[in-house]
C-alpha cells in the first residue's frame, strides 16, 4: 500500500434512497443514459471518529478512515447527505489517528477535545457507472448492502440504500435516475451511514425537556449545530457557507434576546457579545462577498459612454484585497481559543435547564412582542418618511430591518415544532425583510461609492461613474421605500395565528 501526503477536496453532489433488501436495480438506459457496464462490486470498511458527546455528527461533519474503493482513505464529510456535500480527503497513513490537518478543520466542532472511534460501517457495494454515448461518466451508482456497528455500547444495524452521485453529468441526470428507482419502490432521503448507526445514542444527547420552553432550547441547540456545520465551508470562503454561518450567529443572538429571561442575564449578554465578535469577522468577508458582484454587475449594466476609466478594473482589485484581509481575520478567528470556547459555553446555555420557570403561553407571548415591536418600528420609520425632511436613507428603516429579523427568528421557533401558521408567517415576514434588506443594501452601496468616489478624485482619476452609480443606488432606494406599505399589509394578513392576537 501507497502513502501519499496533502489533502484534497471534492464536491459531491448525490441523491440518496432507502430500498428494501430484494431491491432489484431497474433498466436506466435512455434519456441521454447510454450503457451501464458491469457491476464492480466493492468491499469498503470505514471507522468513524468523534468526540463522546458525538459533537462532529451532531454538527453534520463525518470523519473517517476507510478501505477499499478507489478513494481509500482519511475523509471528513461536511454536510448532510442526500445533496452538495464538501469532502476533505486524505491518503491512507500507517498510523491509527486521525491526521494533524483534518483534525484542524473539526477543531471548533470538536471543542478541543480529542476523538476516538465511535462506530464502524462495512460495506457490500455493487457500483454501476452511467455513461452517454460517447462513453462520458455522466454518474455513478451505488447499491449498497450495509452493517453497521457502535463500537461503544455494542449496537449492530443493516440496511440496504442506494447512492447516485453525478460525474461529468448534470441535475437532469439524477432527475431522470430518481424518476426510475422510484417507480421501481425506492424512497427518496436516507441518512448519513453514522447518523444511522449512532441513531439511539444521538436520540439520548439531543433530547431537551425545558418544560414550556423546550421549543427556545431546541430551536437554540439545531441553530448552534448549523453554525458548527458550515464553519469549515466558512473557513474555506465559500460564499454560501460565510453566509450561512453568519445567519446562524444572527439567529443565536436574537433567540438570547427575545427569549433572554430563560438563562442568567449576565452569562447571557456575555454570550450575545461573543457571537457578536464572531458575526463581525463573518460580516468583513460577506460584505466583500456580496459588494464586489453587485457593484461589477452595476458596472456592466452602464452604457460605455458613463463607464470613464478602469472602473472595472479597480472595483475588482479593491473588493478582492478586501475580501482576502476579512478571510484572514475570519481563519484566525476560527482558529483561536476564543471561538472554541465560545462554542463550549453555548453548549452550556443550550443543554442546561432553563434559569426560569414558564408557563405554557410565555413563550407565545415573546413572540408577539417581537413581532409587534417590528411593526411599531417600521409604522414609525414610515411615518417619518410621509412627514418628510428625512431622506430614504433614515437609519429608522435599518433598525424596522433588525427587528423583522428578530421577529422572524422569534416565530421560527414556532414553525419547528410544526406550526402551519408560523409558516407562513415566517413567509410573509421574510419578504418584508428581505425588501428592507435591499434598502439597506443600497444605503451601504451608496456609502462605498462616495467613498470610492472620493479616493479616485484625491489621485486626480476621474469619479464621474461613481456618481452616476451613486444617483442610481438612491432611485432604486427610493423605489423601495415606496414598496413598503403594501408588503407590510402583506405581512400582517399572515398573523392568523391565536398566539399572534
Not at 429571561?261 to 452569562?267: E, K, Y
Not at 415566517?426 to 468616489?453: E, M, N
Request: glycine share 8%; net charge positive.
Amino acid at each position: 500500500m501507497g502513502y501519499e501526503w496533502g489533502m484534497r477536496t471534492v464536491v459531491e453532489r448525490e441523491r440518496k434512497f432507502e430500498c428494501p433488501a430484494d431491491f432489484q436495480v431497474p433498466d436506466l438506459l435512455g434519456d441521454g443514459i447510454a450503457a451501464l457496464g458491469d457491476p464492480v462490486v466493492i468491499k469498503l470498511d470505514a471507522t468513524y471518529y468523534d468526540t463522546p458527546r458525538l459533537r462532529l455528527t451532531r454538527g453534520a461533519l463525518a470523519l473517517r478512515r476507510r478501505t477499499g474503493g478507489a478513494d481509500q482513505g482519511w475523509h471528513l464529510k461536511v454536510g448532510a447527505a442526500g445533496g452538495a456535500r464538501t469532502e476533505h480527503q486524505r491518503a491512507l497513513t500507517r498510523g491509527r489517528q486521525p491526521p494533524a490537518d483534518l483534525m484542524r478543520l473539526v477543531r471548533g466542532a470538536s471543542r478541543g477535545e480529542p476523538v476516538e472511534p465511535v462506530a464502524r460501517v462495512e460495506t457490500r457495494r455493487r457500483e454501476w457507472q452511467l455513461r452517454d454515448a460517447d462513453g462520458v461518466v455522466l454518474a455513478s451508482l451505488a447499491d449498497d448492502a450495509v452493517v453497521g456497528h457502535d463500537l461503544v455500547d455494542g449496537g449492530r444495524t443493516a440496511w440496504h440504500e442506494i447512492e447516485v452521485e453525478l460525474v461529468d453529468g448534470d441535475e437532469e441526470v439524477l432527475d431522470e435516475v430518481e424518476r426510475r428507482l422510484r417507480a421501481a419502490g425506492a424512497v427518496p432521503g436516507s441518512p448519513a451511514k453514522i447518523r444511522r448507526v449512532l441513531d439511539d445514542r444521538l436520540r439520548d444527547l439531543t433530547a431537551i425537556d425545558a418544560g414550556a420552553a423546550t421549543p427556545v432550547f431546541a430551536y437554540a441547540a439545531a441553530t448552534r449545530d448549523s453554525l458548527v456545520a458550515h464553519e469549515p465551508a466558512a473557513r474555506a470562503g465559500d460564499v454560501d457557507g460565510v453566509h450561512d454561518m453568519r445567519v446562524a450567529v444572527r439567529r443565536l443572538r436574537s433567540t438570547f434576546r427575545s427569549f433572554r429571561a430563560l438563562w442568567d442575564q449576565d452569562r447571557i449578554e456575555g454570550v450575545r457579545a461573543e457571537l457578536k465578535w464572531l458575526g463581525e469577522q463573518l460580516g468583513g468577508v460577506r460584505d466583500a462577498q456580496v459588494m464586489g458582484p453587485r457593484l461589477a454587475r452595476a458596472v456592466r449594466l452602464e452604457p460605455d459612454d458613463l463607464v470613464l476609466g478602469p472602473v472595472a478594473a479597480d472595483l475588482a482589485e479593491h473588493f478582492a484585497a478586501d475580501e482576502s484581509a476579512a478571510l484572514t481575520r475570519l481563519r484566525r478567528a476560527l482558529s483561536s481559543p476564543r471561538y472554541v470556547e465560545l462554542l463550549s459555553t453555548l453548549d452550556d446555555v443550550v443543554e442546561a435547564p432553563p434559569a426560569t420557570e414558564v408557563g405554557p403561553r410565555w413563550v407565545n407571548k415573546r413572540i408577539h412582542r417581537a413581532v409587534r415591536r417590528a411593526d411599531g418600528l417600521l409604522d414609525t420609520a414610515l411615518e417619518r418618511q410621509s412627514d418628510g425632511g428625512v431622506g430614504d436613507d433614515d437609519p429608522a428603516l435599518h433598525e424596522a430591518r433588525k427587528a423583522y429579523k428578530r421577529g422572524r427568528y422569534a416565530v421560527e421557533v414556532r414553525q419547528r415544532s410544526g406550526d402551519k401558521g408560523a409558516k407562513r408567517l415566517v413567509r410573509g415576514l421574510k419578504g418584508l425583510q428581505d425588501l428592507l434588506g435591499d434598502h439597506q443594501d443600497s444605503v451601504i452601496t451608496r456609502q462605498v461609492l462616495r467613498d470610492l468616489g472620493e479616493r479616485a478624485y484625491a489621485r486626480r482619476a476621474n469619479a464621474f461613474t461613481y456618481g452616476v452609480l451613486y444617483a442610481e443606488q438612491a432611485a432604486h432606494g427610493r423605489s423601495l421605500v415606496a414598496k413598503l406599505p403594501a408588503a407590510q399589509a402583506k405581512a400582517r394578513r399572515r398573523k392568523s395565528r391565536r398566539w399572534l392576537r
